[in-house]
C-alpha cells in the first residue's frame, strides 16, 4: 500500500477549513471606524469570514446587536462558541490563530512599538473623535478644528513621523500592511474627509491606504450605502 503525505501547506489549508467559520457582525461603513479596523485587517490578510452588518441609530439597533453579544456593541466576531468583542481584541484574536499571516511585524522593536500605537489608538483621541467623527460621503473641509482635535492631529502625525522613518521605509508603519496600518485607516479617512493638510510625506501615506485593496473595497461599499443617517462616531454603539 503507497502512502502518500499531504503537502504541509494543504494540510494547512484543510487544518483551517475544519474550524468553525468565522463571523464579524459590524455597524455601517461609511459610520463605524471601530467596525473598519479588524474588517480591513482580515480582508488585507486574507482571512475569511462571513459579514453581518447591523445598522446603528435605529429602534431594533440593540435588539439585534444583543443577538451577537451582550455587550450591545459591534464589532463583534463569532468563532464557533466564542464571541470576541472589542476591535483590538478581536484583530489580536485573528492574530493568534493565522500566525502564518504575520498581521503584527516580525521584527520584535517594530511589533513592541506597533502594539503600543494601536493601543493608543484603541484608547485615545477622544478630541478627534468628537470633533471630526468618520464621515466617509462627506467633504468637510476645515471642520471641526477644535484646539482638542489639532492636538491629537499633531500627535498621529507624530507617530506616523516615527514609525515610517524608522521602520516603514516610506511604505506602511512597519514596512507591510499590518494591524497597525489597518486601525489608523478610519484616521485617514477622516483627514480625507475634513481637508486636514499633511506633510508630503505623511499625505503619501495616506494615499497609500487609502489604495489599498481593502482599504479601497470597504470605501467603495462605504460610499454605496444608502442607509439613514445615524449619529456620529463618537455617539454610535462600537467599542
Known sequence: MQTIELDPIL???????????????????????WSMRPWVAAVAFGIPFTEVRVLLDQPDTSANIARYSHAGRVPVLLAGDMTVWDSLAIT????????DKHMWPQ?????????????????????????????????????????????DIGRICEIWEDCLSRFGHHHFLFGEFSIADAFYAPVVTRFRTYGVALAPALQAYCDRVLAHPAVARWVKEALAEDDPTPLHDADLPGD
Open 107 to 151: 521584527d520584535v522593536a517594530a511589533r513592541a512599538l506597533a502594539r503600543s500605537i494601536v493601543a493608543e489608538m484603541h484608547s485615545g483621541f477622544g478630541e478627534l473623535r468628537s470633533a471630526m467623527p468618520m464621515n466617509i460621503q462627506a467633504h468637510l473641509p476645515g471642520r471641526g478644528r477644535t484646539p482638542g482635535a489639532q492636538a
Open 92 to 99: 489580536e484574536y485573528l492574530a493568534e490563530q493565522f500566525p
Open 11 to 33: 494540510s494547512h489549508t484543510l487544518d483551517q477549513a475544519r474550524r468553525p467559520g468565522l463571523t464579524l457582525v459590524i455597524g455601517n461603513k461609511n459610520l463605524s471606524s
